[in-house]
């Protein structure tokens, strides 16, 4: 076995670039085989976080348009830019709604809010911003931290005072190296005062650090003029009692909307794990079809192989006729030449792990260049299913020009030109 191992390497290494050329295929399949699992580790990592940053232990209140009058299929309204200008509006989510869920014995506290889009200008400097308005019991749930100033109070949140709290970029685009604390900006029609800026978060929908927080009452009753919420967050006691509360939650919502059919409902709860759930099964779903796509990319390379093999046998058939005159087994053919077939799509294996991971490495560095929280991980699993695959690949498509070779008769193959 290690003569033929050895003979298979120095016939590879003859013509070093036809290997090359060959490994190609093998290469840029495992190449996209690592960096989807790569990437995807790290993607999911920076999900993670971002649930981790709002606890495990919250509940989310979405308001969505009912059934009678959306398409059955669409899913909860998200809190995004998309909101904003809906041409349905909901509005039976209330701030009564949360006080009679703060009542229930798993809830810590809990909170609403609003969004809007307005231009924010300091001086001569304007941008136009997603804002939200907040309860103050939001700072007691979120884990934001405060770069400068300080958080809103609750007789701020409730007598709708003109205070604003900016996310770090917002802040650093309005006042560049001037400090923002305690100066006015105006909002539309009003001017608030600076009270806080956020250290910087990044994040995934609508980028937290481009964001502006004010008051709940304020944004209801001076800037949007309503008395709606268009979500809640809902901190519980006990976590593993989540999916409970959520079902008392929903029972109370239907109770005050007057639902008497939950297919009706013009709401959407749902736990943080059940969030990160459907994330997950999304995901994988994603990544099986990235994975199926780069297999694509490795079948071509092994039937490349095969072809390239069955050359390899046509230029050494006086060889393998001379091999065999003096003594050597047809196992002994085949096993040869599907060491070599093996070697060279494992060749091409190792290149593409290492290229992978190198893609891998460089998304991390991007990712992590604009404030993600993104792990660069290549996993133990995803460096075995290169080599493995790599190797089966050499094994399935070079067995077939093996047993050819293996086959041939020695007299003709000598007389072979």
């Not at 670039?17 to 920076?46: D, H």
């Not at 307005?118 to 304007?126: C, G, I, M």
């Not at 109070?153 to 400090?179: K, P, R, W, Y």
């Not at 609508?206 to 001076?222: F, R, S, V």
């Amino acid at each position: 076995m290690f003569k033929a191992f050895k003979s298979a390497k120095k016939n590879l290494l003859s013509n070093k670039a036809r290997t090359a050329l060959t490994t190609l295929g093998i290469v840029i399949g495992i190449t996209t085989v690592i960096l989807v699992l790569s990437a995807g580790e790290g993607f999911r990592s920076l999900i993670t976080s971002q649930v981790e940053a709002f606890g495990t232990n919250t509940l989310f209140i979405e308001t969505r348009v009912p059934p009678t009058t959306r398409n059955r299929d669409a899913g909860p309204a998200s809190a995004d830019t998309s909101r904003i200008n809906s041409p349905v509006a909901i509005t039976s989510l209330k701030n009564r709604d949360l006080d009679d869920i703060k009542r229930l014995p798993n809830v810590v506290n809990a909170y609403g809010m609003v969004v809007g889009q307005k231009v924010v200008a300091y001086r001569d400097t304007a941008k136009n911003i997603i804002f939200y308005g907040a309860s103050a019991a939001r700072f007691e749930i979120d884990k934001g931290t405060l770069r400068t100033g300080r958080f809103y109070t609750q007789a701020e949140d409730t007598s709708g005072a003109q205070v604003v709290i900016l996310g770090s970029n917002l802040a650093d685009d309005l006042f560049g190296l001037e400090d923002p604390l305690n100066k006015m900006v105006r909002l539309g029609e009003l001017n608030f005062q600076v009270i806080g800026v956020y250290n910087s978060r990044g994040g995934l929908a609508g980028n937290e650090d481009d964001l502006l927080y004010m008051p709940m009452a304020t944004a209801q009753k001076k800037v949007l003029g309503v008395d709606y919420l268009l979500l809640g967050i809902v901190a519980v006691k006990n976590p593993e009692l989540a999916s409970a509360t959520a079902e008392d939650i929903r029972i109370i919502l239907r109770q005050n909307h007057k639902i008497d059919n939950p297919e009706k409902d013009d709401f959407f709860v749902q736990t943080q794990a059940e969030g990160l759930a459907t994330f997950n099964t999304i995901f994988d779903g994603i990544t099986i079809l990235l994975t199926a796509i780069a297999a694509i990319a490795l079948i071509v390379g092994g039937v490349g192989i095969m072809n390239i093999m069955y050359v390899v046998v046509t230029e050494r058939t006086p060889e393998i006729g001379l091999k065999k005159a003096l003594g050597a087994k047809p196992r002994d053919i085949l096993n040869e030449f599907i060491i070599e077939s093996v070697l060279l799509t494992l060749t091409g294996g190792t290149i593409g792990i290492l290229f992978g991971s190198g893609l891998g490495w460089l998304v991390s560095v991007v990712a992590q260049s604009q404030n993600f929280d993104w792990t660069f991980r290549v996993p133990f699993y995803a460096i075995v299913l290169g080599v493995g695959v790599s190797a089966l690949i050499g094994l399935i498509f070079g067995v077939l020009p093996a047993r050819s070779a293996a086959k041939l008769d020695p007299v003709e193959a000598m007389r072979y030109e």
